[in-house]
């Protein structure tokens, strides 16, 4: 283990144990697992296994994985509750198959109204990755462990491996700052290492692929050496479209909205995507916010989200989006089911 007074800072060495034994797959784990192709494995022996990415709303999570993973399957913004459904990334490098598992960030607080059931949807989420999987790493800002951290630590299962992930260095000016943070860390939990870093930063990531793969079991892969994500085109369409909701929309609106894709057909022989999307809002007042001045804000919402769908498919994008009002679906199990979610 290393210890907080040498912490696995960027640029440091660290050594690692190897962890023991991996525990045993839960069923819908099974069914996304049976849902991925063999092939593509390397000679030898291989490692391969699940990596959770667990914390409060808006710690980086998904900005972790896409970088871990080099390419983006998980949309991220500077608003909480981007994330609504367990996103796997996956990076093959050398003999080691990573399987990142990003989730919600777990919710503590109930600021909006109306929104009960989704906000239990979130955390029921969270809760069933953390049972199936061989580390997790738990993110938390670098230098800040407030009440809402906590609860995601408990919630934890003892006996895996936890890695104290402290993000956002880039923010605290003098490193030093953070060792007294660090030790009391320690003092909280038994961490099984501590890796503060920027999200962003490549070296940082690769330097984390290091450190966790002593801890994965030797096993064959579940994917494909190229895959990236288990989620369909058309489930990573509708979440850009959500991306550039979030971003381009005030601050009450994206906790209240949710996107539907309607069609998504593939023509000219595959040259082209033809996709038909509605944003679903809780009031008419809603509405005309993601509509914006002459449809202006609409406009390049979908303009944004379909540059982003034609970058990552390679593919020409036909994008139409569309605006309705559905009082009450984040209050609504049924609704929310019926919207995807789990
Ligand atoms: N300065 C800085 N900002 C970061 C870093 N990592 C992530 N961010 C920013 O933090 C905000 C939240 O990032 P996300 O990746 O969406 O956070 P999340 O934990 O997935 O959020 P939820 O899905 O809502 O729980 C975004 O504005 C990111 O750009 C980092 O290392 N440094
Ligand atoms: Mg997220």
Excluded at 135 to 158: E, H, N, Q, T, Y
Excluded at 208 to 225: K, N, S, T
Excluded at 243 to 268: A, M
């Amino acid at each position: 283990m290393t210890l907080p007074n040498e912490p696995n800072l960027p640029d440091s060495e660290s050594e690692n144990e190897t962890a023991d034994g991996a525990p045993s797959l839960q069923p819908d784990l099974e069914a996304m697992l049976a849902a991925a192709r063999p092939g593509g494995q390397p000679e030898g022996p291989t490692r391969c296994g699940l990596i959770a990415i667990v914390g409060r709303p808006n710690v980086g999570k998904s900005t972790l994985m896409n970088s871990l993973i080099g390419q983006k399957v998980s949309i991220t913004s500077r608003k909480a509750q981007t994330t609504r459904h367990r996103i796997t990334g996956i990076a093959s490098d050398g003999d080691t198959q990573f399987v990142f598992v990003d989730t919600p960030g777990f919710q503590t607080r109930h600021t909006v109204k109306g929104t009960a059931a989704l906000n239990r949807n979130l955390n029921k989420t969270v809760q069933s990755v953390l049972g199936d999987v061989d580390v997790v790493l738990f993110l938390v800002d670098a230098g800040r462990f407030g009440l809402d951290d906590a609860k995601v630590l408990s919630m934890i299962p003892k006996g895996k491996p936890v890695f104290l992930i402290a993000n956002k260095l880039d923010l605290i000016h003098r490193r030093a700052d953070l060792l007294p943070w660090l030790k009391q860390m320690q003092e909280r939990h038994p961490f099984t290492e501590f890796v503060p870093l920027q999200a962003t930063r490549q070296a940082d990531t690769e330097r984390l692929l290091g450190i966790i793969r002593p801890y994965l079991p030797e096993q064959p892969w579940f994917y494909d050496a190229d895959a990236l994500t288990d989620r369909s085109d058309k489930f990573l369409a509708a979440e850009l479209i959500r991306e550039k909701l979030f971003r381009l929309t005030g601050d009450e609106l994206p906790y209240t909205s949710t996107v539907q894709i309607d069609k998504y057909e593939e023509v000219e022989g595959g040259r082209l995507n033809r996709i038909a999307a509605t944003i679903i809002v809780e009031r008419d007042a809603h509405k005309g916010m993601v509509i914006g001045e002459s449809g202006e804000r609409l406009k390049r919402i979908s303009t944004e989200a379909r540059t982003e769908m034609e970058r990552l498919t390679g593919k020409k994008v036909f994008l139409e989006v569309w605006v309705k009002v559905r009082s009450g679906w984040a209050d609504d199990e049924h609704r929310l089911k019926s919207y995807g979610y789990e």
